[in-house]
């Protein structure tokens, strides 16, 4: 009798096609490895972490440079007035000069886009203050001459003068990615000025100013 040989291939239980989708059990054992694997963690905690801490360092930096400017502002013009009162008379060309005193107190930094001006205030028997003379660093009239202006309360004594010293200077901020912000942005501007009566004489006169 001739043998019988099914062309139909048999398939064993055991080796049957396995599902695309992993058990569920297998799947809480990956992910439990993972939450536990701590490997690389440091490395992604200082991606995350080395912008804020850049951005911490520069700020940090910018406002200590800023408190030095703006000190040496107020030690400038400071010293500006000081040294005008101490003169019974002034003249452009030693006007001229306290943009050199300026610029020294400022060193090491060098300020950008300083401004110097230094005016004679005359207060009457009344206590109204008047623009005497004014100079500024260009040998030009900042204030129309016989002008009245605005003192603080405690400065209008009758009959007397002061000598008013005004600085301003541009900063420029250094932030984190200031290339991608305009100048005016990164850039405020500190101003400071001071009162100071005068040291010789009644008045301290500048007749070319």
């Known amino acids: 009798m001739a043998d019988f040989v099914s062309e139909t291939p048999l398939t064993h239980p055991a080796t049957a096609s396995q599902p695309a989708v992993a058990p569920p059990g297998r799947l809480s054992g990956i992910f439990r490895r993972l939450r536990q694997d701590r490997r690389g963690a440091g490395a992604v905690e200082f991606a995350i972490l ?49 943009v050199g005193v300026a610029q020294s107190v400022f060193a090491p930094y060098t300020p950008q886009n300083l401004k110097v001006k230094v005016s004679g205030i005359d207060i009457d028997s009344s206590g109204v203050p008047r623009i005497l003379w004014s100079w500024q660093q260009d040998n030009s009239r900042p204030y129309t001459p016989n002008a009245v202006v605005t003192l603080p309360t405690d400065l209008k004594n009758p009959s007397s003068f002061l000598i008013h010293a005004e600085l301003e200077l541009d900063h420029q901020l250094g932030l984190f990615l200031a290339n991608t912000m305009s100048y005016d942005t990164r850039t405020i501007t500190i101003k400071r000025d001071f009162y100071f009566r005068q040291r010789v004489g009644d008045k301290v006169l500048c007749q070319e100013c």
């Open 50 to 98: 080395a912008p804020i801490l850049l951005m911490l360092y520069i700020s940090a930096f910018e406002i200590t440079v800023g408190m030095s400017i703006a000190k040496r502002a107020s030690r400038a013009a400071g010293t500006i007035a000081d040294l005008v009162t101490q003169q019974p008379s002034m003249t452009k060309a030693s006007l001229a000069t306290m």
